[in-house]
C-alpha cells in the first residue's frame, strides 16, 4: 500500500530528542518550546508564537481570545475542517458560511460581503490544500467594518502570498503541526501574532489562566493546551528544513501534473495564480461531471490497486452535528458540496518516492472510465 502520508524524520529530530531525554526537559516548561515559538514566529514574520497541543485547540485560543461568544457571528468557508466551525460553536457563537471558489478550492471572497450584519465580529480564512485565500479583498472589508481577522494557516507553512508569508495576515493566526503538514510535531500547534496583549492573553488561555501572583486563583476560564519539550524539539528540526520541504512538495505537485497531464474526466490543482505559487500540502483531484461515479467509488478502486486516499472535507453545512444544532437550516452551497462529493487526494507525503508517484499516476488511468 502506498499510504496516502508519510513524514521525513531524518533532520535534527533524534539529536534535539536526545537532548530532551538526556536534560529531563520533557514538560512544556523546556527551553526548546521557547525557542521554536521565537523561530516559528520571526520564520512567518511575527513578533509572538504561542505554541499549543494541536491546531484545533490553537483555533479555540484564537476564538477565546477574541472574546468572540454569544451573540456574534464569524464569517468562514463552507469547506474546511470542523474545527474552525467547531471553535466558533464551543464559544457559543454562530458560523456564517461562504461557498468556495471552484478553481482554487479557498472560499470564494467575492462572497463575503453579503454575509456581513451587524453581529459579524470577525472573518476567519483557511488556506485550503496549498493555495492561499486571495486576501487583499479580506483585509480591505475587515477594515471597512471593523471586523478581526482569524487566519486558519494549518495547511500553508512556507507559503506566501505575493511575497508575504501566510500566518502573517490574521490579528491571530493558526498552525498545525499535525504529521501530515509541512512542519510536524506529531501533535502539535502554534498561534502567531503581533499584538503584545493578544499574545498575553493567548498564553494565559493556553496555561489554564493561572495568575502570577495567586497561582490557584483564576479570573477567568482557561485551558490546558501546552505543548511538550518533546514536541517543540521535533518542531525545531523540521523548521530547520522547512525550505527544502517546500521545494520536495512543490517537485511533488509538478510531477503529479506532468504525469496526469492527458488524464481526462479530472480537475487538478491550480500551479500558481496571480497572488501564489501552489506548496501542494496535499495533492487533490477532483471528478469531472462526465465521469458517472464519485470520489467514494474513485477512492474504493484505488484502494483495490494499493494506492491510499484521502476524502476531501465535508462541508460545514452538510455536518449532521451542527445540522441537530438547528444550524445552517435550508443553506446550500454548491460548490463545496460538489467538491466533497467528487474530491479527493492522492499520497503527497513528503517521503512519497517518484517511482510511487508512477504507480499512482498508472492506477488513475486504470480507474477512469
Ligand atoms: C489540520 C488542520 C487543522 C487541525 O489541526 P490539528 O492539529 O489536527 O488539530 C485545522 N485547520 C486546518 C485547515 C487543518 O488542515
Redesign the pocket.
Known amino acids: 500500500m502506498i499510504p496516502v502520508n508519510e513524514p521525513l524524520l531524518d533532520g535534527n529530530e533524534k539529536k534535539y530528542l536526545d537532548e530532551c531525554i538526556d536534560t529531563g526537559w520533557i514538560s512544556s516548561e523546556g527551553p526548546f518550546v521557547r525557542e521554536f515559538e521565537a523561530r516559528f514566529a520571526a520564520r512567518v514574520g511575527r513578533r509572538h508564537g504561542i505554541a499549543v497541543c494541536?491546531?484545533?485547540?490553537?483555533?479555540e485560543a484564537a476564538v477565546a481570545a477574541l472574546r468572540i461568544g454569544p451573540g456574534d457571528e464569524v464569517i468562514m468557508p463552507a469547506f474546511?475542517?470542523i474545527?474552525?466551525a467547531g471553535a466558533v460553536v464551543r464559544a457559543g457563537a454562530v458560523p456564517v458560511l461562504v461557498d468556495s471558489d471552484p478553481a482554487t478550492w479557498n472560499m470564494d471572497v467575492c462572497r463575503i460581503e453579503e454575509r456581513i450584519t451587524p453581529r459579524t465580529r470577525a472573518i476567519m480564512v483557511?488556506?485550503?490544500y496549498g493555495l492561499p485565500v486571495d486576501m487583499d479583498p479580506v483585509l480591505k472589508l475587515a477594515e471597512k467594518h471593523g471586523l478581526k481577522v482569524i487566519e486558519?494557516a494549518?495547511?500553508a507553512h512556507g507559503l506566501t502570498y505575493h511575497d508575504r508569508h501566510c500566518g502573517s495576515f490574521g490579528d491571530l493566526s493558526?498552525f498545525?503541526?499535525?504529521p501530515?503538514?509541512h512542519v510536524t510535531t506529531g501533535?502539535?500547534?502554534m498561534i502567531v501574532t503581533d499584538d503584545d496583549m493578544l499574545a498575553e492573553r493567548c498564553r494565559s488561555l493556553r496555561n489554564l489562566c493561572f495568575q502570577n501572583k495567586k497561582r490557584f486563583v483564576h479570573e477567568e476560564l482557561g485551558f490546558n493546551f501546552r505543548m511538550t519539550n518533546l514536541q517543540a524539539a521535533l518542531g525545531l528540526a523540521q523548521l530547520e528544513r522547512l525550505d527544502q520541504f517546500v521545494e520536495v512538495k512543490r517537485r511533488m505537485g509538478q510531477r503529479y501534473t506532468e504525469l496526469f497531464a492527458g488524464t481526462k474526466g479530472v480537475q487538478l490543482p491550480m500551479q500558481s495564480t496571480e497572488y501564489a505559487d501552489n506548496i501542494y500540502?496535499v495533492y487533490g483531484l477532483v471528478l469531472g461531471d462526465d465521469v458517472a461515479f464519485d470520489a467514494d467509488e474513485a477512492m474504493q478502486r484505488l484502494g483495490e490497486r494499493k494506492i491510499g486516499t484521502r476524502p476531501f472535507f465535508w462541508p460545514m453545512h452538510e455536518q449532521p452535528v451542527f445540522r441537530r444544532m438547528g444550524l445552517f437550516a435550508g443553506e446550500s452551497y454548491p460548490v463545496a458540496e460538489r467538491l466533497a462529493r467528487r474530491g479527493f487526494y492522492v499520497p503527497s507525503g513528503l517521503a512519497l518516492t517518484d517511482a510511487q508517484m508512477d504507480e499512482v499516476a498508472a492506477a488513475l488511468v486504470e480507474i477512469l472510465p
Do not use: M, R
Not at 494541536?54 to 483555533?59: C, D, E, R, S
Open positions: 494541536n491546531g484545533t485547540a490553537a483555533l474546511t475542517i474545527s474552525c483557511v488556506h485550503i486558519d494549518a495547511e493558526t498545525s503541526f499535525y501530515n503538514k501533535e502539535g500547534g500540502w
